[in-house]
């Protein structure tokens, strides 16, 4: 992969006009970067994390990263669940994840960073939480700094990644993507799942390619960076509290036996369950800061839904391209 010194100068402004662009994703256009696709409007924050901007994440954070519509809403309920259990116990009646969505408490950093960037005021700044913090990212591994990977000296920020069966993530993201849509004025009728499916095929959606996205974190956690835990959602649709377990032992908060005893773990399970969280008046009611509906995030949450939505013939191609472009590299996708 190209290094992320290089994609992350590209990014700045005299250079993101150069980028390839792609217009035909209806929320947001991207620009190519270092081989990924990115919603242009990110592209100043990706320069500022390289450059090393005012919001830095440290070693003591915690970093969730995914590619988009993979799971990140869940990651990011239980990793704050997990975290957070001494001073908010899962089954607590006023449970912070009860008033506000899994969104509103773990922070994108690029997000944090874009809101932050050109801001004198030191109260923006200040207004990103301290640390040690949870957050979250959907950049590729390579295009995340030094700070955060550790870079060949170690160190660096624990990150638990999240990876989706490619199919279930396109039927997701055209989902999504028409939601996100309608909140920017644009008609979601236009964007067909042929439209999406051609995008996510040839790689040109947020993030994108997808498999080269979870290749880059699968590698870092096989053979680089033993601060990358990488978890699978459909495994953590079957085996919730065990993925949970690993969560906490890797987040460096195992569950005591008492803990274990006084069913903490499935109460984390249960508050974090999409049926929970789907439940809660915020995540019916409420936004997020692109002022897309919360309820947009909690759709079916299943494991196989791509049936429903391609034919064989399309699942036979998206296979094909990612079983080319894995190949070699021992990840099944
Ligand atoms: P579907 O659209 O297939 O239902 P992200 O959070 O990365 O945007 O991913 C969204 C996907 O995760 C959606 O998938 C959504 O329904 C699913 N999801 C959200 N919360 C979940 C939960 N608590 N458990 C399982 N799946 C969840």
Not at 287 to 308: C, H, I, M, P, Q
């Amino acid at each position: 992969p190209t290094p992320p010194t290089h994609a992350a100068a590209d990014a700045g402004d005299e250079k993101a006009d150069s980028l390839p662009l792609e217009t035909r994703w209806p929320p947001f256009p991207l620009r190519r970067l270092g081989g990924f696709w990115i919603p242009e409007p990110l592209l100043p924050a990706v320069a500022a994390i390289h450059a090393g901007g005012k919001f830095v994440p440290t070693a003591n954070d915690m970093l969730l990263a995914s590619f988009p519509k993979s799971g990140t809403s869940w990651l990011k309920a239980l990793a704050f669940a997990v975290a957070n259990r001494a001073d908010h116990p899962p089954s607590a009646a006023d449970h912070p994840l009860r008033r506000r969505s899994p969104h509103d408490l773990v922070n994108f950093f690029e997000m944090t960073t874009l809101t932050t960037m050109n801001s004198d005021d030191i109260a923006a700044v200040d207004d990103a939480p301290p640390p040690p913090r949870v957050l979250a990212t959907h950049l590729p591994y390579s295009m995340l700094p030094e700070s955060i990977t550790g870079g060949d000296g170690g160190g660096g920020c624990r990150i638990i990644y999240v990876c989706r069966n490619p199919k279930d993530t396109v039927v997701s993201f055209w989902h999504f993507s028409k939601k996100m849509a309608l909140t920017m004025g644009v008609d979601p009728s236009s964007f067909t799942f042929d439209q999406a499916f051609d995008l996510f095929c040839s790689g040109n959606c947020t993030a994108g390619p997808q498999w080269r996205h979870v290749i880059e974190y699968w590698e870092a956690s096989h053979h680089r960076n033993p601060n990358v835990l990488f978890l699978r959602y459909e495994e953590m649709l079957r085996r919730p509290a065990m993925s949970v377990r690993r969560m906490a032992e890797f987040m460096g908060c195992p569950f005591t036996a008492a803990e274990e005893d006084a069913g903490v773990v499935d109460a984390v399970v249960e508050l974090c369950s999409i049926g929970e969280l789907r439940k809660m008046e915020v995540n019916k009611k409420g936004t997020d800061v692109l002022g897309v509906r919360n309820e947009s995030y909690f759709r079916k949450g299943v494991a196989g839904d791509w049936v429903n939505h391609m034919s064989p013939e399309m699942a036979a191609r998206l296979d094909r391209i990612v079983d080319d472009a894995t190949r070699g590299s021992g990840l099944t996708l």
